[in-house]
């Protein structure tokens, strides 16, 4: 087989065959085939797309590249949850114990920030001790004793993912469907859940920003993902605004304390209740309004907050953090944005305030940048609230002093105002299965 034919059958719009995709797949993973031709073959795909069969073949040859975790000494049904990712989404903070304090198993591997998108590794190792990465065994334990582990992705997960995606992202592919598909559902199936449920993001903070593209991904995922053996789903949900109020690693871990013992923001907390009575829903026969029930019941009386202390703590973190958040240390300077004039919080832009978030030092703008877990901000308006001109709209926390100016003037930019109230938007748009 000739890597020179796959590219020119895909060029020419024929549709590859399994063999064809798995000897790229290998052989771009062990180095055999070159940069050059592979991101030929990408921008192929990228013009001419791959049906359902081809996708399918290209997620399982990826997941397939590296380990497959095995689940199944795990007793019980086993679910995850993914998320295209977004700007102050802390829901697997909040959603992995709730499930979990319910008698479902979460063996979840997150990932890290990158871009505007916040990431759940970076924001757990923003607790003191938290460790993040777990040998095998110790992994499926604790999934066992407690229903729950939370790490990152280990180094050997998907690893033709990470060649491709690397590839994408310099080559101009990355917004292309297939290779989407691919890469997200080769790490989730590569992580072993029976159960997946997807929450596809849509708005100006994800990277879908039109509700059909978004239906389009959520359906290309659901269906892969059973194809591949899989009980998924996925939730359409708004990144047209930030989820809740705190952008930055310990601000949204305290923020999803305050979700956990039943306070915090209302969009985040019915996003995340969303979230958990579908991932319930997937494992049981049980009617949704049960599972809503159960989740509510579970956030109300206190069990999915002991279970988040209780990952915490088994995970080596110190557990005072959470039930007493004073104790994260605080960034040097906070400085107060103002509202420039009255009226209504017309639009945001999510993506553009979670690059204002890495200006402060919250995220990476490079792989091997380091997270100042104390940076972000805190929003006290959001699209559709009235303001008057000087009201304090949004707090910045940084330890980086000369950052401030610029990344008021870009948080301002990011925002419109209005007259009227803006048309109100849906926080759950669909569900797809
Ligand atoms: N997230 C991924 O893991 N892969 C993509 O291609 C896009 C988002």
């Not at 001790?129 to 110790?138: A, F």
């Given at each position: 087989m000739r890597m020179y034919d796959i590219i020119q059958r895909k060029r020419d719009n024929y549709e590859l065959t399994d063999e064809q995709i798995r000897y790229f797949v290998k052989g771009y993973t062990d180095g055999s085939i070159p940069d050059y031709q592979a991101a030929a073959l990408l921008m192929a795909i990228y013009f001419n797309g791959m049906n359902?069969?081809?996708?399918?073949?290209?997620?399982?040859?990826?997941?397939?590249?590296?380990?497959?975790?095995?689940?199944?000494?795990?007793?019980?049904?086993?679910?995850?949850?993914?998320?295209?990712?977004g700007v102050g989404d802390k829901t697997s903070l909040i959603i992995a114990p709730c499930v979990a304090s319910l008698g479902f198993k979460v063996a979840k591997?997150?990932?890290?920030?990158?871009?505007?998108?916040?990431g759940t590794v970076d924001k757990l190792e923003s607790i003191p001790?938290?460790?993040?990465?777990?040998?095998?065994?110790?992994f499926i334990d604790n999934v066992n004793r407690i229903g729950i582990a939370l790490v990152g992705q280990s180094g050997n997960l998907a690893p033709a993912d990470k060649k491709i995606?690397?590839?994408?992202?310099?080559?101009?592919?990355?917004?292309?469907l297939p290779l989407i598909v691919s890469s997200i559902m080769s790490k989730k199936i590569a992580a072993g859940s029976q159960n997946i449920l997807l929450d596809v993001k849509v708005g100006t903070g994800s990277?879908?920003?039109?509700?059909?593209?978004?239906?389009?991904?959520?359906?290309?995922?659901?269906?892969?993902?059973?194809?591949?053996?899989?009980?998924?789903?996925?939730?359409?949900?708004?990144?047209?605004?930030?989820?809740?109020?705190?952008?930055?690693?310990?601000?949204?871990?305290?923020?999803?304390?305050e979700i956990l013992q039943n306070k915090g923001p209302?969009?985040?907390?019915?996003?995340?209740?969303?979230?958990?009575?579908?991932?319930?829903?997937?494992c049981t026969n049980d009617s949704y309004e049960n599972c809503r029930k159960k989740v509510l019941e579970s956030l109300e009386n206190g069990s999915a907050y002991n279970k988040f202390k209780q990952l915490v703590s088994v995970q080596g973190g110190d557990s005072t953090y959470i039930d007493n958040p004073d104790l994260f240390k605080k960034a040097t300077y906070s400085y107060d944005i103002k509202a420039t004039q009255s009226g209504y919080v017309f639009s945001m832009d999510t993506a553009c305030i979670g690059e204002v978030s890495l200006m402060l030092g919250a995220g990476r703008e490079k792989k091997e940048d380091f997270i100042d877990y104390e940076a972000g901000i805190y929003i006290h308006a959001k699209t559709g609230d009235k303001v008057e001109k000087g009201q304090v709209i949004a707090t910045l926390h940084t330890n980086r002093k000369h950052i401030i100016h610029e990344a008021e003037l870009e948080y301002l930019k990011t925002l419109t105002f209005s007259k009227n109230a803006p048309p109100h938007q849906k926080l759950i748009y669909q569900l797809v299965k």
């Open positions: 359902d069969h081809e996708t399918t073949t290209l997620t399982l040859s990826m997941a397939e590249s590296g380990d497959m975790i095995d689940l199944s000494s795990v007793k019980g049904i086993t679910v995850d949850k993914h998320s295209t990712g591997m997150s990932g890290r920030g990158l871009g505007h998108t916040g001790g938290y460790r993040t990465s777990l040998d095998r065994n110790e995606y690397a590839l994408r992202d310099v080559t101009a592919t990355v917004g292309c990277f879908t920003p039109k509700l059909e593209d978004a239906i389009k991904l959520a359906q290309k995922m659901v269906d892969v993902g059973k194809l591949a053996g899989r009980k998924i789903a996925a939730l359409i949900t708004n990144m047209d605004v930030p989820l809740g109020k705190a952008i930055g690693n310990s601000m949204e871990i305290i923020e999803a304390c209302a969009d985040l907390r019915e996003v995340c209740v969303e979230l958990s009575a579908y991932m319930v829903l997937l």
